[in-house]
């Protein structure tokens, strides 16, 4: 028996007699605790840095110089310490075990996936071999996009217990739009990751298991214990899995696209967008970046409703630049889109998916300007929205008996959503940031009755389409060629004329109308982008309920001084004190540690108590930053900056005081 190779990657699967952990190289309870120190354990996710460079080890090619003692986060190597492999162990069998006792069967099978980070191979066979151990049936897909494998973990186990299909659950591991040295897992029992409440049932059992003073031995047996011939078993049916996860994705994206599961109504909505690339021809460009998105479903499906693609950066794990879909980033994909028009004009968007494809961002050709431009993460989330609700609206949703349609946000959207909400008649609905959050939220408001056909995070970009449960760029960009490509015929208005007509800006329609036009208008907003650095402060106070309690005074008395300064530019007279955690968002008052770990957002309004702008921070749940933002109505870049700026200073003059009590 050999190492086994991906079949249409040539990348390494695994080597089955190659076990992964040695007795004599266990580590010490120590040495686990002190790794173990710096996971980040949230319902978005487990994750830490997991490449252990050897001297000589590739870096990315982006990576600035590793300044002494720093843990080299750019790294490209696939060596895992032996530590963390036990580390990886212990979550396997946390989740296989919580599995066992949800679902009463002792032999449930799991899918599994991987993004296309180096370490996913190594953390994906200590996997395998302690599910093996444990009696249970692992199916790994090797790399797969996250939405993928979510949509055949939704179709599988949805199936009834006695089908030989069935699965129990999915394990997909990535750290998503981390560097890649990072890696972690994410586990559901459905189309999406676990709510809140599951994962924190899950992080319990985890935590203790790190408390058990055995776990490297008991890792180690279980690894020893798995058999070659059934792990080299589930390494070769890497194919058959995956090719399942291709059909179920294919299905489920045109449900997604067209909100129905039935094929005439899907057919009618695919038919009416090929009809309008047909009368405007349209190509959309993706810089795949060696995401797990390149082995996905993009191409088949966007040349299916007759628009045209080309793709760049396609080969699995060659990361040609930053991980991160945002800023600097995104320069790869408007120079391509510009090389792409050049040659042919119909490339007029371009899109950049992260490193495990369920959030994908955007860029266009502005035609007027003669060169490609970068969509802010924001105005991404806006678009989509505008899209979903337009196409509600032209089907009648909103003139039912009793109608009311909702979209779920977190607390960092920008009130932009608001603002496009309002002009259709639509509620807007905010939680803690999280994609769990807005799925459970979303989840919450449609049992009671609403439509909720689009939800997400417009702070982290990307959105969720109902049925869906996880950000997905093809939905992105589902939204957003509808808006283009669903024109006026006979009998139906377009959608972004009937947007204008409702926003009262018919003056701004034009036959030839592309997505510059569109995104000219939205509503204005000055909005931070929550990934430039200046939004990611790292703090020394861990209690973030004391770091708002330090910040509570020093706002209000800056507000009283600057209050005449916010009247005078902004028409600001008034602010509200409001705490998002979990599923909802709620006023507080003045006692800002209501809030705790969650987020904390100071809405300011106007005489007539209208929103217009909000200041925002809450503790990441995935890196160890504190996110801080500013949103203003009607402003410029200078307005944000100067609204970030008071909060930067706030939130650091609190951290000082917080750690100074």
């Known amino acids: 028996m050999a190492l086994i190779t991906h079949p249409v990657t040539n990348l390494s699967v695994g080597d089955p007699e190659l076990v992964p952990l040695e007795l004599k190289k266990l580590p010490t309870p120590g040495l686990l605790a002190e790794a173990a120190s710096s996971l980040i354990l949230s319902a978005s996710g487990w994750r830490k840095v997991f490449a252990s460079p050897l001297p000589g080890d590739p870096r990315a090619s982006w990576a600035a110089p590793l300044a002494p003692g720093k843990v080299d986060e750019d790294s490209l190597s696939a060596q895992v310490s032996p530590t963390d492999l036990v580390l990886a162990g212990a979550m396997a069998l946390a989740f296989g075990d919580w599995i066992v006792q949800r679902s009463g069967r002792r032999d449930a099978a799991i899918l599994l996936g991987i993004d296309s980070r180096p370490t996913g191979p190594t953390l994906a066979d200590i996997m395998v071999r302690v599910w093996l151990a444990r009696g249970l049936r692992p199916r790994y897909l090797s790399i797969v996009a996250a939405p993928e494998v979510m949509a055949y973990s939704r179709q599988v186990t949805g199936l009834p217990p006695d089908n030989a299909e069935r699965a129990e659950g999915f394990c997909y591991i990535s750290a998503s739009h981390n560097p890649p040295a990072h890696n972690g897992v994410k586990f559901g029992t459905g189309g999406g990751v676990l709510p809140g409440s599951e994962a924190k049932e899950l992080i319990a059992t985890y935590r203790t298991l790190l408390a058990d003073p055995e776990l490297g031995k008991r890792i180690f047996l279980l690894v020893d ?118 040659a042919d004009p119909d490339y007029l968007v371009g899109y950049l998916p992260d490193c495990d494809g ?36 032209r089907s009648g949703a909103f003139a039912l008996p009793g109608a009311r349609v909702a979209v779920a946000v977190n607390d960092g959207t920008s009130l932009r959503i608001e603002a496009i909400a309002s002009v259709f008649g639509a509620e807007v609905l905010r939680c803690e940031t999280g994609e769990a959050n807005v799925v459970g939220l979303a989840s919450a408001l449609r049992a009671g009755g609403a439509i909720v056909r689009i939800l997400g995070e417009g702070s982290n970009g990307g959105n969720i389409t109902h049925p869906s449960e996880v950000r997905d760029p093809l939905s992105t960009l589902g939204s957003v060629l509808k808006l283009l490509l669903l024109r006026d015929t006979d009998g139906q208005e377009g959608l972004f004329r009937l947007w204008l007509r409702l926003s009262k800006q018919e003056d701004r329609y034009r036959e030839d109308f592309d997505l510059g036009d569109i995104l000219d208008s939205l509503p204005r907003f000055a909005t931070t982008s929550v990934f430039e650095e200046r939004a990611a402060l790292r703090i020394a106070t861990s209690d973030h309920a004391a770091l708002k309690a330090a910040y509570q005074p020093l706002f209000v008395a800056g507000w009283e001084k600057r209050r005449p300064e916010f009247e005078k530019r902004f028409g600001i007279v008034a602010f509200e004190a409001l705490a998002s955690q979990g599923t909802g968002e709620s006023s507080v008052g003045l006692d800002f540690a209501a809030s705790g770990q969650g987020g904390l957002r100071l809405l300011f309004k106007n005489s007539a108590g209208k929103p217009k702008g909000f200041l925002w921070m809450r503790g990441s749940g995935t890196e160890p930053v504190f996110r801080i933002m500013a949103d203003i109505e009607g402003g410029r870049g200078m307005d944000e900056e100067w609204l970030l700026g008071w909060q930067t200073e706030l939130v650091r003059a609190a951290d000082a005081e917080a750690q100074a009590r």
């Open 358 to 393: 369920d959030r994908g961002n955007l860029v266009h050709f502005d035609g007027r300007a003669g060169f490609a431009r970068v969509i802010e993460a924001q105005e991404v989330f806006a678009v989509a929205v505008l899209g979903e609700l337009a196409l509600l609206a």
């Open 225 to 342: 214990e798995a058999e070659a011939d059934s792990v080299a078993s589930v390494f070769t049916d890497v194919r058959n899995w995956k090719r399942r996860a291709v059909s179920a994705y294919t299905l489920f994206a045109r449900e997604v696209a067209s909100g129905s599961a039935e094929h005439a109504t899907q057919e009618a909505l695919f038919d009416a967008m090929e009809a309008g690339a047909r009368a405007r021809p349209l190509g959309v460009m993706a810089d795949f970046n060696g995401s797990a998105r390149s082995l996905s479903i993009d191409e088949d499906f966007l040349s299916g409703i007759g628009v045209k693609f080309a793709g760049l950066n396609a080969t699995p794990g060659g990361f040609a630049h930053r991980i991160v879909p945002e800023g600097a980033s995104l320069d790869t994909a408007r120079k391509a889109l510009e090389a792409a028009y050049a």
